[in-house]
């Protein structure tokens, strides 16, 4: 693969991780853009999520109105009584199934070491599922900053970053999450996220897995 056929991939993964992550925001009009892009960007790799982007797009274009969509994502995500598809790691990683716990505190040392502060207007938990989903974002970003910097050091540096974090964090929970909506959605809108989310991840940790080998040999 060039140079050029390696940065279009890469970056491709990079704005498929963004616009992942706005899919677990509260839907509005602007999702169409989004959806969009990323049925391109798994289409430039191949993703077997791909079909699973293309429902949802074609669902969103045709909904009347969004609140359906709303009530599902409240039911989901946001409560008010009870959360059916909680979007926070530690509820998945934790014994007692609580927010904010050790494994919160162990990410917050991951953002930290990576030189990510969480912005003043998230006013969610670190381990939320958009929260994750925009750090791998952050260091694919930084890859290719560093590949386009012919920095091969750091880029195979940040690789790695990547592929810890899906296997010790995002990996380790995200799959019973989506799972979880897959069971609870009353919509096929989240019912397709939550493939696409199963989709794109097994793919992103089987690819960064083989790299990983590559490297070692």
């Known amino acids: 693969m060039n140079i050029d056929d390696l940065l279009m991939r890469e970056k491709a993964r990079r704005d498929a991780y963004k616009n992942l992550a706005v899919c677990y925001h509260l839907p509005n ?11 391109r960007q798994l289409g430039v790799l191949a993703s077997g999520a791909l079909s699973y982007a293309a429902l949802m797009r074609k669902e969103f274009e045709s909904l009347k109105d969004l609140e ?22 530690s509820i998945y990683l934790e014994r007692e199934r609580k927010i904010m716990g050790d494994s919160t505190l162990y990410l917050l040392e991951i953002y930290r070491h990576a030189g990510v502060d969480l912005s003043d207007n998230f006013r969610d938990a670190p381990d939320h599922v958009t929260a994750e989903l925009e750090f791998m974002y952050f260091l694919v970003f930084k890859e290719i900053e560093a590949l386009e910097n012919s920095d091969i050091e750091t880029t195979l540096g940040f690789l790695e970053k990547q592929r810890a974090f899906l296997r010790k964090h995002l990996g380790a929970w995200v799959f019973e999450f989506a799972d979880t909506i897959e069971e609870k959605a009353e919509t096929d809108f989240y019912k397709n996220l939550a493939r696409a989310t ?8 089987d690819h960064l897995e083989e790299f990983h080998l590559a490297q070692a040999s």
Do not use: C, W
Not at 29 to 39: A, D, H, Q, R, S
Not at 198 to 204: G, R, S
């Open 29 to 39: 009009g602007e999702l169409t853009t989004m959806l969009k892009g990323l049925e």
């Open 68 to 89: 359906e969509l709303k009530i599902d994502f409240a039911r989901l995500f946001v409560g008010p009584y009870s959360l059916l598809a909680p979007p926070y790691g």
């Open 198 to 205: 199963n989709a794109f991840l097994k793919q992103e940790l």
